[in-house]
Protein backbone atom coordinates (compact mmCIF):
# COMPACT_ATOMS: atom_id res chain seq x y z
CA UNK A 1 0.00 0.00 0.00
CA UNK A 2 1.40 3.55 -1.21
CA UNK A 3 1.17 5.75 2.10
CA UNK A 4 0.50 9.18 1.96
CA UNK A 5 2.91 11.85 3.25
CA UNK A 6 2.03 13.67 6.37
CA UNK A 7 3.06 17.41 6.50
CA UNK A 8 5.84 16.54 9.31
CA UNK A 9 6.95 13.44 11.42
CA UNK A 10 8.69 13.93 15.02
CA UNK A 11 11.29 11.03 15.57
CA UNK A 12 11.53 10.94 19.40
CA UNK A 13 8.46 12.15 21.76
CA UNK A 14 10.29 13.87 24.77
CA UNK A 15 10.83 17.05 26.40
CA UNK A 16 12.23 18.85 23.17
CA UNK A 17 9.90 17.19 20.33
CA UNK A 18 6.89 18.58 22.69
CA UNK A 19 8.07 21.90 21.28
CA UNK A 20 6.85 21.42 17.66
CA UNK A 21 3.18 20.92 19.21
CA UNK A 22 3.59 23.84 21.77
CA UNK A 23 4.57 26.47 19.66
CA UNK A 24 2.70 25.78 16.61
CA UNK A 25 -0.40 26.83 19.19
CA UNK A 26 1.44 29.29 19.97
CA UNK A 27 1.40 30.55 16.52
CA UNK A 28 -2.40 28.96 16.35
CA UNK A 29 -1.00 26.95 13.92
CA UNK A 30 -1.68 23.41 15.79
CA UNK A 31 -4.67 22.55 14.09
CA UNK A 32 -3.47 23.07 10.14
CA UNK A 33 -0.56 21.06 11.45
CA UNK A 34 -2.45 17.79 12.73
CA UNK A 35 -5.01 18.41 9.57
CA UNK A 36 -2.05 18.18 7.10
CA UNK A 37 -0.53 14.73 9.12
CA UNK A 38 1.75 15.03 11.85
CA UNK A 39 2.72 11.84 13.14
CA UNK A 40 4.73 11.71 16.53
CA UNK A 41 7.02 8.26 17.02
CA UNK A 42 9.10 7.00 20.01
CA UNK A 43 10.06 3.79 21.33
CA UNK A 44 8.64 4.19 24.99
CA UNK A 45 5.51 2.46 26.00
CA UNK A 46 2.39 5.29 25.94
CA UNK A 47 2.82 5.32 29.89
CA UNK A 48 6.06 5.24 30.21
CA UNK A 49 8.12 8.46 30.63
CA UNK A 50 11.86 8.72 31.93
CA UNK A 51 13.21 12.06 30.18
CA UNK A 52 14.43 14.20 33.48
CA UNK A 53 13.57 11.59 35.78
CA UNK A 54 16.50 12.79 38.45
CA UNK A 55 16.22 12.93 41.95
CA UNK A 56 17.75 16.02 42.47
CA UNK A 57 16.38 19.91 41.94
CA UNK A 58 16.05 21.25 38.66
CA UNK A 59 18.76 23.19 37.08
CA UNK A 60 15.74 26.13 35.88
CA UNK A 61 13.41 28.10 37.62
CA UNK A 62 9.81 26.24 37.43
CA UNK A 63 8.31 28.70 35.48
CA UNK A 64 11.04 27.45 32.53
CA UNK A 65 9.46 24.52 32.17
CA UNK A 66 5.52 26.23 31.35
CA UNK A 67 6.33 29.03 29.47
CA UNK A 68 6.24 27.41 26.14
CA UNK A 69 2.38 26.62 26.59
CA UNK A 70 -0.31 29.25 25.76
CA UNK A 71 -2.66 30.05 28.28
CA UNK A 72 -5.31 30.13 26.11
CA UNK A 73 -4.39 27.76 23.65
CA UNK A 74 -5.95 24.57 22.97
CA UNK A 75 -2.98 22.32 24.66
CA UNK A 76 -3.70 24.77 27.66
CA UNK A 77 -4.68 21.79 29.73
CA UNK A 78 -1.71 20.51 31.96
CA UNK A 79 -1.09 24.58 33.14
CA UNK A 80 -4.37 23.61 35.46
CA UNK A 81 -3.02 20.13 36.16
CA UNK A 82 -1.84 19.42 39.84
CA UNK A 83 1.60 19.67 38.80
CA UNK A 84 1.00 22.71 36.09
CA UNK A 85 -0.30 24.62 39.28
CA UNK A 86 2.89 23.87 41.99
CA UNK A 87 5.52 24.70 38.69
CA UNK A 88 3.21 28.18 38.73
CA UNK A 89 3.40 28.44 42.07
CA UNK A 90 7.11 27.93 42.50
CA UNK A 91 7.77 29.77 39.40
CA UNK A 92 10.46 31.51 39.88
CA UNK A 93 12.60 28.66 42.14
CA UNK A 94 14.11 25.24 41.10
CA UNK A 95 11.60 22.42 42.46
CA UNK A 96 12.36 18.56 42.25
CA UNK A 97 13.26 17.70 38.48
CA UNK A 98 10.98 14.47 39.14
CA UNK A 99 8.07 17.17 39.53
CA UNK A 100 8.79 18.78 36.46
CA UNK A 101 9.30 15.52 34.26
CA UNK A 102 5.79 14.49 35.69
CA UNK A 103 4.22 18.26 34.19
CA UNK A 104 6.22 17.25 30.57
CA UNK A 105 4.51 13.73 31.14
CA UNK A 106 1.55 15.23 31.25
CA UNK A 107 1.97 17.43 28.64
CA UNK A 108 3.20 14.86 26.41
CA UNK A 109 -0.54 13.04 26.77
CA UNK A 110 -2.00 15.90 26.06
CA UNK A 111 -0.35 16.29 22.81
CA UNK A 112 -1.21 12.66 22.03
CA UNK A 113 -5.00 12.79 23.18
CA UNK A 114 -5.08 15.95 20.86
CA UNK A 115 -3.86 13.91 17.66
CA UNK A 116 -6.59 11.41 17.84
CA UNK A 117 -8.93 14.34 16.97
CA UNK A 118 -7.53 14.36 13.54
CA UNK A 119 -7.36 11.27 11.06
CA UNK A 120 -3.83 12.13 9.52
CA UNK A 121 -2.41 13.29 13.40
CA UNK A 122 -0.81 10.03 15.27
CA UNK A 123 1.08 9.10 18.49
CA UNK A 124 2.46 6.01 17.63
CA UNK A 125 4.09 4.39 20.90
CA UNK A 126 6.66 1.19 21.08
CA UNK A 127 7.77 2.49 17.88
CA UNK A 128 11.47 2.13 18.18
CA UNK A 129 13.12 3.98 14.23
CA UNK A 130 16.12 2.59 13.18
CA UNK A 131 17.25 5.43 10.66
CA UNK A 132 15.51 7.94 8.58
CA UNK A 133 15.96 7.17 4.93
CA UNK A 134 15.46 10.34 2.28
CA UNK A 135 13.98 9.55 -1.17
CA UNK A 136 14.21 10.46 -4.61
CA UNK A 137 11.23 12.98 -4.15
CA UNK A 138 12.91 14.22 -1.11
CA UNK A 139 10.01 12.11 1.13
CA UNK A 140 10.81 11.37 4.63
CA UNK A 141 10.95 7.60 5.79
CA UNK A 142 11.51 7.04 8.85
CA UNK A 143 12.29 2.55 8.83
CA UNK A 144 12.20 0.00 11.68
CA UNK A 145 15.17 -1.96 11.65
CA UNK A 146 13.72 -4.46 8.47
CA UNK A 147 13.94 -1.24 6.48
CA UNK A 148 10.33 -1.13 6.51
CA UNK A 149 8.63 2.37 6.64
CA UNK A 150 6.65 3.57 9.59
CA UNK A 151 5.87 7.26 8.42
CA UNK A 152 6.44 8.85 5.52
CA UNK A 153 6.42 12.43 5.12
CA UNK A 154 7.10 16.22 3.61
CA UNK A 155 9.76 17.22 6.58
CA UNK A 156 11.22 15.35 9.66
CA UNK A 157 12.01 16.62 13.03
CA UNK A 158 15.22 14.66 14.84
CA UNK A 159 14.87 14.55 18.99
CA UNK A 160 15.82 11.55 19.54
CA UNK A 161 18.45 13.45 22.99
CA UNK A 162 21.55 12.36 24.19
CA UNK A 163 22.83 9.75 25.77
CA UNK A 164 25.50 9.92 28.63
CA UNK A 165 29.46 9.47 27.71
CA UNK A 166 31.78 6.76 29.54
CA UNK A 167 34.92 8.07 28.21
CA UNK A 168 37.79 6.17 26.59
CA UNK A 169 39.58 3.55 28.80
CA UNK A 170 36.88 3.45 31.70
CA UNK A 171 38.02 1.94 34.89
CA UNK A 172 35.96 -1.17 35.53
CA UNK A 173 33.17 -0.40 38.31
CA UNK A 174 32.11 3.33 36.24
CA UNK A 175 28.46 4.17 36.38
CA UNK A 176 27.21 7.01 35.08
CA UNK A 177 25.81 10.24 36.57
CA UNK A 178 22.72 9.59 34.56
CA UNK A 179 22.23 6.05 36.65
CA UNK A 180 23.23 7.83 39.77
CA UNK A 181 20.77 10.30 39.41
CA UNK A 182 17.82 7.94 38.47
CA UNK A 183 18.76 5.93 41.79
CA UNK A 184 19.74 2.72 39.70
CA UNK A 185 23.11 2.72 41.14
CA UNK A 186 22.03 2.89 44.86
CA UNK A 187 23.61 -0.59 45.86
CA UNK A 188 27.04 0.20 44.39
CA UNK A 189 27.17 3.65 45.48
CA UNK A 190 26.21 2.25 49.29
CA UNK A 191 28.80 -0.33 49.51
CA UNK A 192 31.71 2.34 48.45
CA UNK A 193 30.29 4.79 50.68
CA UNK A 194 29.91 1.62 53.48
CA UNK A 195 33.35 0.00 53.06
CA UNK A 196 35.30 3.40 52.87
CA UNK A 197 36.83 3.09 49.20
CA UNK A 198 37.66 6.38 47.74
CA UNK A 199 34.32 7.20 45.46
CA UNK A 200 36.10 9.51 42.09
CA UNK A 201 33.59 11.64 40.29
CA UNK A 202 35.04 12.30 36.66
CA UNK A 203 33.58 16.22 35.79
CA UNK A 204 33.00 19.04 36.86
CA UNK A 205 29.31 20.06 35.68
CA UNK A 206 25.87 20.58 37.19
CA UNK A 207 25.15 16.90 36.62
CA UNK A 208 28.42 15.55 38.78
CA UNK A 209 28.13 17.94 41.50
CA UNK A 210 24.19 16.40 41.56
CA UNK A 211 25.68 13.64 41.98
CA UNK A 212 27.95 14.12 44.80
CA UNK A 213 24.66 16.30 46.10
CA UNK A 214 23.21 12.99 46.04
CA UNK A 215 25.98 10.73 47.88
CA UNK A 216 26.45 13.14 50.81
CA UNK A 217 22.27 13.37 51.02
CA UNK A 218 21.75 9.65 51.23
CA UNK A 219 25.28 8.14 52.57
CA UNK A 220 26.87 11.24 54.06
CA UNK A 221 26.96 9.71 57.59
CA UNK A 222 29.62 6.96 56.49
CA UNK A 223 31.60 8.50 54.22
CA UNK A 224 34.90 9.86 55.70
CA UNK A 225 37.19 13.24 55.12
CA UNK A 226 38.47 12.94 51.14
CA UNK A 227 36.41 9.60 50.15
CA UNK A 228 34.26 11.78 47.31
CA UNK A 229 37.48 13.04 44.81
CA UNK A 230 36.02 15.60 42.20
CA UNK A 231 38.36 14.94 39.25
CA UNK A 232 37.94 17.80 36.64
CA UNK A 233 39.83 18.54 33.60
CA UNK A 234 38.43 22.35 32.91
CA UNK A 235 37.73 25.04 35.28
CA UNK A 236 34.70 24.48 36.61
CA UNK A 237 32.08 27.46 35.72
CA UNK A 238 29.88 28.81 38.20
CA UNK A 239 26.36 30.47 37.10
CA UNK A 240 26.07 34.11 37.07
CA UNK A 241 22.92 36.51 36.33
CA UNK A 242 25.32 38.85 34.66
CA UNK A 243 28.83 40.29 33.33
CA UNK A 244 29.62 42.16 36.08
CA UNK A 245 28.49 39.86 38.49
CA UNK A 246 31.08 37.05 37.40
CA UNK A 247 33.68 39.98 37.22
CA UNK A 248 32.95 41.13 40.52
CA UNK A 249 33.04 37.52 42.29
CA UNK A 250 36.69 36.64 40.47
CA UNK A 251 35.03 32.89 39.79
CA UNK A 252 35.24 31.45 35.74
CA UNK A 253 32.23 32.62 33.75
CA UNK A 254 30.09 30.87 32.39
CA UNK A 255 29.67 30.72 28.60
CA UNK A 256 28.06 34.09 26.67
CA UNK A 257 25.00 33.07 24.42
CA UNK A 258 26.18 33.71 20.68
CA UNK A 259 23.27 34.99 19.51
CA UNK A 260 22.29 37.36 22.14
CA UNK A 261 25.65 37.47 23.82
CA UNK A 262 23.67 37.24 27.01
CA UNK A 263 25.37 35.45 29.33
CA UNK A 264 24.47 31.82 29.45
CA UNK A 265 21.85 31.30 32.19
CA UNK A 266 22.09 27.26 31.62
CA UNK A 267 25.28 27.08 32.06
CA UNK A 268 27.38 26.70 34.94
CA UNK A 269 26.75 25.73 38.53
CA UNK A 270 23.77 27.14 40.35
CA UNK A 271 21.60 26.24 43.46
CA UNK A 272 22.49 23.76 45.36
CA UNK A 273 25.33 22.49 42.88
CA UNK A 274 27.31 26.06 43.15
CA UNK A 275 26.20 25.87 47.13
CA UNK A 276 27.79 22.90 46.96
CA UNK A 277 30.81 23.61 45.13
CA UNK A 278 31.62 26.88 47.40
CA UNK A 279 31.26 24.74 51.01
CA UNK A 280 34.19 22.35 48.97
CA UNK A 281 36.36 25.15 48.15
CA UNK A 282 36.34 27.02 51.61
CA UNK A 283 36.81 23.71 53.17
CA UNK A 284 33.01 23.38 55.10
CA UNK A 285 32.59 19.75 53.25
CA UNK A 286 35.27 17.89 54.40
CA UNK A 287 33.85 14.70 52.64
CA UNK A 288 35.17 15.83 48.78
CA UNK A 289 38.09 16.47 47.63
CA UNK A 290 38.49 18.55 43.92
CA UNK A 291 41.41 17.55 41.67
CA UNK A 292 42.63 18.20 38.58
CA UNK A 293 42.08 15.11 36.35
CA UNK A 294 45.28 12.41 36.54
CA UNK A 295 46.03 13.62 40.12
CA UNK A 296 46.93 11.74 42.51
CA UNK A 297 45.47 11.78 45.98
CA UNK A 298 46.67 10.03 49.09
CA UNK A 299 44.14 7.17 50.73
CA UNK A 300 42.84 4.03 49.39
CA UNK A 301 42.14 3.66 45.85
CA UNK A 302 39.15 4.52 43.62
CA UNK A 303 36.61 1.31 43.35
CA UNK A 304 34.08 3.32 42.23
CA UNK A 305 34.24 5.96 39.29
CA UNK A 306 31.26 8.18 38.39
CA UNK A 307 31.58 9.72 35.18
CA UNK A 308 29.49 12.75 34.61
CA UNK A 309 31.27 13.85 31.61
CA UNK A 310 28.27 15.17 29.58
CA UNK A 311 26.11 13.50 26.43
CA UNK A 312 26.98 12.89 22.80
CA UNK A 313 23.40 12.24 20.28
CA UNK A 314 21.64 8.78 20.31
CA UNK A 315 22.24 7.66 16.41
CA UNK A 316 19.96 7.65 14.29
CA UNK A 317 21.46 7.59 10.46
CA UNK A 318 19.55 9.69 8.08
CA UNK A 319 20.71 8.12 5.14
CA UNK A 320 20.12 9.40 1.13
CA UNK A 321 18.66 8.06 -1.69
CA UNK A 322 21.54 6.52 -2.46
CA UNK A 323 21.58 4.59 1.13
CA UNK A 324 24.70 6.49 2.45
CA UNK A 325 24.49 8.61 5.20
CA UNK A 326 24.16 12.45 4.82
CA UNK A 327 26.68 13.20 7.88
CA UNK A 328 28.46 11.27 10.64
CA UNK A 329 25.19 9.59 12.95
CA UNK A 330 26.58 10.34 16.11
CA UNK A 331 27.25 14.34 15.34
CA UNK A 332 24.25 15.91 14.26
CA UNK A 333 25.06 19.90 13.68
CA UNK A 334 22.06 22.17 13.67
CA UNK A 335 21.71 25.71 12.34
CA UNK A 336 20.33 28.72 14.62
CA UNK A 337 17.16 28.36 12.90
CA UNK A 338 16.72 24.59 13.65
CA UNK A 339 18.36 22.82 10.51
CA UNK A 340 19.92 19.91 10.41
CA UNK A 341 23.49 20.50 8.31
CA UNK A 342 24.26 17.56 5.85
CA UNK A 343 27.86 17.24 4.40
CA UNK A 344 29.86 20.67 3.76
CA UNK A 345 27.74 21.89 6.23
CA UNK A 346 24.51 22.25 3.88
CA UNK A 347 20.81 22.40 5.47
CA UNK A 348 19.48 19.21 4.52
CA UNK A 349 15.92 20.30 3.01
CA UNK A 350 12.91 19.57 5.30
CA UNK A 351 14.58 18.27 8.18
CA UNK A 352 15.06 19.67 11.78
CA UNK A 353 16.82 18.93 14.82
CA UNK A 354 15.88 19.92 18.45
CA UNK A 355 16.75 18.79 21.99
CA UNK A 356 19.99 17.12 23.88
CA UNK A 357 22.62 15.72 21.73
CA UNK A 358 22.77 18.57 18.89
CA UNK A 359 25.08 20.69 18.38
CA UNK A 360 26.12 24.29 16.79
CA UNK A 361 28.18 24.76 13.94
CA UNK A 362 30.75 26.21 15.45
CA UNK A 363 31.04 23.43 18.08
CA UNK A 364 34.37 22.07 18.34
CA UNK A 365 33.36 18.76 20.26
CA UNK A 366 29.83 16.55 19.81
CA UNK A 367 27.84 16.91 22.27
CA UNK A 368 28.87 20.67 23.08
CA UNK A 369 25.11 22.02 23.17
CA UNK A 370 24.97 24.51 25.97
CA UNK A 371 21.58 25.87 25.04
CA UNK A 372 20.20 22.64 26.22
CA UNK A 373 16.87 23.48 28.56
CA UNK A 374 13.12 23.16 28.19
CA UNK A 375 12.34 26.38 27.60
CA UNK A 376 14.97 26.74 25.03
CA UNK A 377 13.20 24.09 22.75
CA UNK A 378 9.99 25.22 23.55
CA UNK A 379 10.49 28.77 22.94
CA UNK A 380 12.61 30.07 20.29
CA UNK A 381 14.06 27.00 18.59
CA UNK A 382 10.30 25.03 18.26
CA UNK A 383 9.07 28.27 17.43
CA UNK A 384 11.73 28.86 14.11
CA UNK A 385 11.41 25.34 12.78
CA UNK A 386 7.48 25.66 13.07
CA UNK A 387 7.75 28.91 11.06
CA UNK A 388 9.45 27.14 8.42
CA UNK A 389 7.72 23.92 8.36
C1 LIG B 1 21.06 15.65 34.75
C2 LIG B 1 20.31 16.60 33.85
C3 LIG B 1 19.57 17.64 34.39
C4 LIG B 1 18.88 18.52 33.56
N1 LIG B 1 18.18 19.53 34.11
C5 LIG B 1 17.48 20.37 33.32
C6 LIG B 1 16.72 21.44 33.89
O1 LIG B 1 16.68 21.65 35.09
N2 LIG B 1 16.04 22.25 33.05
C7 LIG B 1 16.05 22.07 31.69
O2 LIG B 1 15.40 22.84 31.00
N3 LIG B 1 16.77 21.08 31.12
C8 LIG B 1 17.49 20.24 31.89
N4 LIG B 1 18.23 19.25 31.31
C9 LIG B 1 18.44 19.25 29.84
C10 LIG B 1 17.32 18.70 28.92
O3 LIG B 1 16.18 19.55 28.99
C11 LIG B 1 16.89 17.28 29.23
O4 LIG B 1 17.98 16.42 29.06
C12 LIG B 1 15.71 16.76 28.35
O5 LIG B 1 15.32 15.48 28.78
C13 LIG B 1 16.09 16.68 26.88
O6 LIG B 1 14.96 16.31 26.16
P1 LIG B 1 15.05 15.57 24.75
O7 LIG B 1 13.66 15.42 24.25
O8 LIG B 1 16.05 16.25 23.91
O9 LIG B 1 15.69 14.12 25.05
P2 LIG B 1 15.11 12.89 25.85
O10 LIG B 1 14.54 13.33 27.14
O11 LIG B 1 16.20 11.88 25.91
O12 LIG B 1 13.92 12.32 24.94
C14 LIG B 1 14.20 11.66 23.73
C15 LIG B 1 13.01 10.78 23.36
O13 LIG B 1 13.33 10.11 22.13
C16 LIG B 1 12.98 8.74 22.24
N5 LIG B 1 13.86 8.00 21.32
C17 LIG B 1 15.22 7.87 21.42
N6 LIG B 1 15.70 7.15 20.38
C18 LIG B 1 14.62 6.81 19.63
C19 LIG B 1 14.47 6.07 18.43
N7 LIG B 1 15.53 5.55 17.78
N8 LIG B 1 13.22 5.89 17.94
C20 LIG B 1 12.14 6.42 18.56
N9 LIG B 1 12.23 7.14 19.71
C21 LIG B 1 13.45 7.34 20.22
C22 LIG B 1 13.19 8.40 23.70
O14 LIG B 1 12.39 7.27 24.08
C23 LIG B 1 12.72 9.69 24.39
O15 LIG B 1 11.34 9.68 24.69
C24 LIG B 1 18.93 18.35 32.13
C25 LIG B 1 19.66 17.29 31.60
C26 LIG B 1 20.33 16.42 32.43
C27 LIG B 1 21.09 15.29 31.82
Given at each position: ??????????????P??L???V??????????????????????????W?SLDYDIPSNSAAGDFLGGLAP?G?LRAPLHSAEGRTLMDNSDRPVPLRLAARFLARTARE???????????????????????????????????????????????????????????????????????????????????????????????????????????????????????????????????????????????????????????????RGE????????????????????????????????????????????????????????????????????????????????????????????????????AVN??H???????????
Amino acid sequence: MQLSAARLQVVGFGPAALGIPVAADRADVVDDLMRDGCVFLDRRARDEWRSLDYDIPSNSAAGDFLGGLAPDGRLRAPLHSAEGRTLMDNSDRPVPLRLAARFLARTAREVADYTVRFNRAHALFSTPVDHLYVDRDGLFHSRDARRRTLALSRSAVIAVGARPRTGHGTPPRTVTSEGVLRRECDAVCAEAAGTGAAIRVLGGSHSAFSAVGLLLREWGRELRPGQIRVETRSRVLVHHPSRQAAHASGTAVATVDPETGEINRFAGLRGESEELYHAVLRGAEPRVRLLRHGERAPGPVPRLTIAAIGYRARRLPVLGPDGLALYPPDRVTVDSDGRVLGHEGRPVPGLFGIGLGHCGPESTAAGDYPMAAVNIFHGRVASRIVAQL
